[in-house]
């Protein structure tokens, strides 16, 4: 039965059903473990986040308004995870938070409730640090911070604005188009069922849908010169199918109104033309909600020819794209910022991480006690890690209790920066009581 026939693929109802899913679950998606965040929510990429956040702020110097906080906005936040690691992070390398204003965003209001009544939030909220809005990509506009009741604008921020968008490009609307035999075709998406499907939020669903794309020749994609004249260079291209990321683009666009803008983003994507290359019609990946490869190619072209500058890593990122984007560029007061990036990011980022944490942690029982050390300094303090190895610490410790302190320490960290999620996590419990016993 056809559900829907021939749309853009950023109009489908593929779209509802995520809106359906992500404002029905709420903080459960994260709670239950549905949808994934390791990749993008730890402390590894936390602590590259501070590295390149402090060199950026470095390298503008004077130019600061000392009087007016940085915002640092996190789009699509979800858990929130990601911004209170960034917090701690940031604690360290600074002493003292104070030049922040950190904004955690979403466009579902059951997250705000969740982020307004966490206990190990307050102390954030109360100082005036933390804040929360509700932010929609597919309709930017100025936030409106719950607490301080402030708006934030991109036009009227007297310094810097610092975006995240983690885990967030890849969940929004796009568009697919197909090139053949060097001429842009636009891909228009059917979608059909076994059954009508009135229910978006009926889970089954995804076991009844289908998806056919049919590539039809078209003349002006979008009102955007820019959009289009990027879509078409991509004709110089073999066949292929790609994405385009109209609505992320749409969302960047409203804040490049800011004097001054640095995103950090991290997704699974597209972010050299040669990944581009023989690419598949684009289909959900689901995890709860579902996610689409995003073409961080198409962004990187769209901030350049905007005035802008992007850094990302000559190699191919196996597990996750990692990528900052500075606007206007001012590349002879970049320095900083470009060495930090090519040390965090290039030489030993969040992709290099996650593919040897993934090896390293069916290791972690066979390991020492300084090993497991060495691991966690390294890591930031990963959780997940620790996860595998508290029941070896009892053992480890009666073989080295000279490290006893630094055990102490590092589960101590561990400890502060993990923002909890629910009463079935209990490993903040577990290192409570190792740190009783300890
Ligand atoms: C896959 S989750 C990622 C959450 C978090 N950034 C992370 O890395 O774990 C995608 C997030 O984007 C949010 N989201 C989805 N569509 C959105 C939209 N149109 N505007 C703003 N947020 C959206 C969802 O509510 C969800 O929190």
Redo the contacts with the bound molecule.
Sequence with gaps: MLIEADKPLSQSLLWQI?NSY?HTAGIRAWQDDV?P?QI??NPFMARAYANLITAYIQDLGDSLNHDEPIYIIE?????GR?TFYLMHQLEEMWADLSPFRFVLT???ADLLHFWQIHPQLQPYITSGQLDFAL????QPAPLKLHNSQQEVTPQTADNPIILLG???FD??PQDSFVIKQNELHSNLLSLYSTQAEPDLNDVTLWERLTLAYEPLPLDTPYDNPLYNEILFDYEQLPDTSITFPNIGLDCLQFWLEASNLLLLTADRGHTHAIDLLDQPDPLPNLHG?F?MMVNYHAMTEFIERSGGRAFYPPHYQDQIQTLAYIWPDKSNTQATFEHTFRQTICQNGPSDYFSLRTQLLSQIPEMQLPQFLSLMRWSAGDPDLLRVALDHLPYWLAQYPAWTQDTIEMLQQVHDQYLQLGENDRLPLLIEQRLGDM
């Design positions: 995520q992500f949808v965040h993008s929510c789009l699509g936040a979800g858990s990601l979403d466009y579902t932010f929609d990509a597919t983690n885990y967030f969940s929004i909600s996610s």
